[in-house]
């Protein structure tokens, strides 16, 4: 089964930055669509950004500009780098694995088990 492991979150300052990574294991990461997903307390589950396999990027529009997501093959990991932080950013943030690049949850197969961003002062 394919996994992934999330890390990188904690507290941050408002203006801060993280840099999120998403490790995988069993499988190549290249070869799939990679999402990141957020999910703040009583909330939905929301889209943050995907990488496709040919490299291409999205990201919600609330987010550009502040949010990169990248892919480092000989790590075979996935990272999303988060600067100029707000308190609203404040969620557990997911990777996820599938293959077709969407911002949308329900396509994505496999989940990682998510990593907690604070931001406050």
């Known amino acids: 089964q394919l996994q992934l492991v999330e890390s990188g979150g904690g507290l941050v300052q408002p203006g801060g930055s993280l840099k999120l990574s998403c490790a995988a294991s069993?499988?190549?990461?290249?070869?799939?669509?990679i999402g990141w997903f957020r999910q703040a307390p009583g909330k939905e589950r929301e889209g943050v950004a995907c990488i496709g396999s040919d490299d291409r990027r999205y990201y919600v529009d609330s987010m550009k500009g502040r949010f990169t997501i990248s892919r480092d093959g000989a790590k075979n990991t996935v990272y999303l780098q988060m600067n100029s932080l707000k308190p609203e950013d404040t969620a557990v943030y997911y990777c996820?694995?599938?293959?077709?690049?969407?911002?949308?949850?329900?396509?994505?197969?496999?989940w990682g088990q998510g990593t907690q961003v604070t931001v406050s002062s």
């Open positions: 069993r499988f190549t990461l290249e070869n799939y669509v």
């Open positions: 996820a694995v599938g293959r077709v690049p969407t911002l949308r949850s329900s396509p994505y197969d496999y």
